[in-house]
């Protein structure tokens, strides 16, 4: 079989909201840049309760992105209690979401090769060889950036353990009565997660994730959630949409760089480890990727990568450390009594200020 071959500067492999932010990053900079991504259209299917935080607002600018607005979150106790607290963001259209950045970053230069897979890695030598529509090519990259999620092919070809991860599983309802919070249950029924509800204007994500070690069917307690909220009359008993995957929970791996390639954001780790949410780190980091490679090729700083390990483990690393602490104690109690208790559940949950304090 014929092989094309082609050299960049940087190779990307992922293009969800890291891998696109990278790729835009590393093209503004005038990098000559490859990025990779195994869908047939980039964010599709999705698979995210579809919360950003307002910071991320400046990428939520073209049409069809933005949903709705949110003003607070809802946390059920598993005593039935309810508390409300201040957790403003924006709802999105995920797949556009990822699409903007993606065609950002290709209006910059960079080019795009949808519904391609890595196929191989030399790390050694620098070269990939990906399967596309047209054919295999090889790249021979200076730098690679690996944001392909939590199962990440760069990550197993570098000898890397998979993480930790919970099971999710969402559908799409209709959403019966305006809503601008998200509400979120804390329950022994879900261990090692939760369950949630965001709204989307007229429709509505509702979800649970599960440690699987504990819970072997999280359909079931969807479905369960779902027929309890459709006979309240709060969503639709149809279900327009369904979604599900891994969501990684074991925290930062233990190096973002290795040799030339980088890893951000769920490849890195950097999912929360208690809520699940990424997309924040997941930019963060692409952005933060994309301007070492910059540094590091352009203008032959050698401590460019480095220093973006350092940057971002300075920026999330604490909050991810006392994220794994608190899922960590909270796994004590799964499968007892106690995980049904209120004092319990703050503990582990970011929205109360039990979750701030000392061990």
């Keep these: 079989m014929n092989v094309a071959r082609q050299a960049v500067d940087v190779l990307v492999i992922g293009l969800g909201p890291a891998g696109g932010a990278a790729a835009l990053a590393a093209a503004r900079a005038g990098l000559k840049v490859a990025a990779v991504e195994r869908r047939r259209e980039i964010g599709v299917p999705v698979q995210c309760a579809e919360f950003i935080p307002l910071p991320l607002g400046r990428h939520a600018q073209a049409a069809g992105i933005l949903q709705q607005r ?7 106790l598993p005593s039935g209690k309810a508390e409300t607290t201040d957790s403003p963001g924006l709802m999105v259209d995920r797949a556009a979401f990822d699409q ?11 080019t795009l090769y949808p519904h391609s897979s890595l196929v191989e890695l030399d790390s050694a030598d620098s070269s990939a060889v990906v399967a596309t529509p047209r054919g295999q090519i090889r790249f021979n990259y200076r730098l690679l950036i690996a944001a392909d999620g939590p199962h990440s092919f760069v990550a197993r070809a570098h000898g890397l353990d998979r993480p930790e991860t919970v099971h999710a599983r969402q559908y799409t309802v209709a959403l019966n009565q305006p809503c601008d919070d998200t509400e979120i249950w804390l329950s022994a029924d879900y261990p090692g997660g939760y369950a949630w509800l965001f709204p989307r204007g007229p429709v509505a994500n509702l979800g649970v994730g599960v440690d699987k070690r504990f819970a072997a069917d999280p359909k079931a307690l969807l479905d369960a959630l779902h027929g309890q909220l459709a006979a309240e009359g709060r969503v639709g008993k149809t279900i327009l949409r369904r979604t599900g995957g891994a969501i990684p929970v074991g925290g930062l791996r233990a190096n973002l760089v290795i040799g030339n390639a980088l890893f951000v954001g769920d490849a890195a780790g950097l999912t929360h480890p208690v809520t699940g949410a990424g997309i924040a780190a997941a930019v963060a980091s692409g952005e933060r990727a994309g301007q070492a490679a910059a540094g590091w090729l352009l203008e032959r700083d050698e401590t460019a990568l480095q220093e973006f390990e350092q940057d971002i483990r300075d920026q999330f690393g604490a909050s991810l450390q006392r994220a794994l602490a608190r899922r960590a104690r909270l796994g004590q109690y799964w499968r007892t009594p106690a995980a049904g208790d209120d004092a319990i559940q703050r503990r582990g949950w970011m929205a109360f200020p039990e979750y701030y304090e000392s061990a």
């Design 100 to 110: 903007a950045l993606a065609r950002q970053a290709e209006n910059n230069g960079a």
């Design 70 to 76: 949110i003003r607070g979150m809802i946390s059920h």
